[in-house]
């Protein structure tokens, strides 16, 4: 004889509830791992570059010319950090039994990802330059808001700008949205309202940004840049679902970097 359940084959849920299948990271987790990762393939890559100086048995001063003068070992340099983030981060998530699918990259990329990419870079300018820079220089006026960033490969000309391009306008924006806006943002928002993980991740991001410990003073204008920046691409990644759009919108930032200092020398 044949029974009729009490209950409905498929629960019915709330519609607020939002699945996110292969987060197993909170926000606690998230930040501290990042943080970490971020901090290990720093110094990670900057041990294995003086594997060379230590071999030609050049002292400090030679050894810091070196790298502040050879575009290959700032290109290198570059590459094993992006590279450590990376399989520090696939560590991880294997660790916590995910994947990079959960963290915006389980689909191909779209048409419309190009679309919103270019989009929002305009977006970003107008606010950034004719909003809110304006506002920042009224209620702070005492920042140097002309300081310029240094991001190395001074003097750089020639062939050697295809290796500049690669390390400024190719893997930052792949591996940081991997990171910042992937692992980080995903994390956040697993268990906290998505407006309070957007800002938590921009202000990390643009901490990041201050370059501390450099020498020089706080580089303030670099992460109200950034902070800005990171808002628009927290909001790509919510709008389409994946990392390509603002993949795409960090690319065209950057690579706007790049043609102003390396192609027209604008400083």
């Known amino acids: 004889m044949n029974e009729i359940s009490a209950a409905p084959p498929h629960p019915i849920e709330p519609e607020h509830v939002e699945h996110a299948p292969g987060v197993t990271w909170g926000p606690l987790t998230a930040v501290v791992a990042s943080v970490l990762i971020y901090f290990i393939s720093q110094y990670g890559a900057a041990l294995v570059i003086l594997i060379y100086?230590?071999?030609?048995?050049?002292?400090?001063?030679?050894?810091?010319?070196?790298?502040?003068?050879?575009?290959?070992?700032?290109?290198?340099?570059?590459?094993?950090?992006?590279?450590?983030?990376?399989?520090?981060?696939?560590?991880?998530?294997?660790?916590?039994?995910?994947?990079?699918?959960?963290?915006?990259?389980?689909?191909?990329?779209?048409?419309?990802?190009?679309?919103?990419?270019?989009?929002?870079?305009?977006?970003?300018?107008?606010?950034?330059?004719?909003?809110?820079?304006?506002?920042?220089?009224?209620?702070?006026?005492?920042i140097n808001y002309n300081q310029k960033q240094d991001i190395g490969f001074n003097n750089s000309h020639g062939s050697v700008l295809v290796l500049v391009f690669i390390s400024l306008a190719i893997l930052p924006p792949l591996v940081e949205e991997t990171l910042v806006r992937g692992f980080l943002y995903t994390g956040l928002k697993a268990k906290l309202p998505?407006?309070?993980?957007?800002?938590?991740?921009?202000?990390?991001?643009?901490?990041?940004?201050?370059?501390?410990?450099?020498?020089?003073?706080?580089?303030?204008?670099?992460?109200?840049?950034?902070?800005?920046?990171?808002?628009?691409?927290?909001?790509?990644?919510?709008?389409?679902?994946?990392?390509?759009a603002s993949v795409g919108l960090h690319f065209l930032k950057n690579s706007l970097a790049f043609a102003a200092l390396y192609l027209f020398h604008i400083n």
């Open 194 to 244: 998505k407006f309070t993980a957007a800002i938590i991740t921009s202000l990390l991001f643009a901490a990041a940004h201050l370059e501390l410990g450099s020498g020089q003073p706080a580089l303030w204008s670099a992460a109200i840049d950034t902070f800005t920046l990171s808002l628009f691409l927290v909001y790509l990644r919510e709008k389409t679902g994946s990392l390509y």
């Open 53 to 142: 100086p230590i071999t030609q048995q050049w002292n400090t001063a030679q050894a810091t010319n070196w790298l502040n003068s050879s575009v290959l070992a700032q290109f290198v340099n570059v590459l094993l950090i992006e590279a450590l983030v990376i399989l520090l981060l696939r560590w991880f998530l294997n660790y916590k039994k995910s994947s990079f699918k959960a963290i915006g990259w389980a689909r191909k990329l779209q048409w419309t990802d190009v679309g919103y990419a270019f989009a929002a870079f305009g977006a970003y300018l107008v606010l950034l330059n004719y909003v809110v820079f304006n506002i920042a220089q009224k209620i702070v006026p005492h």
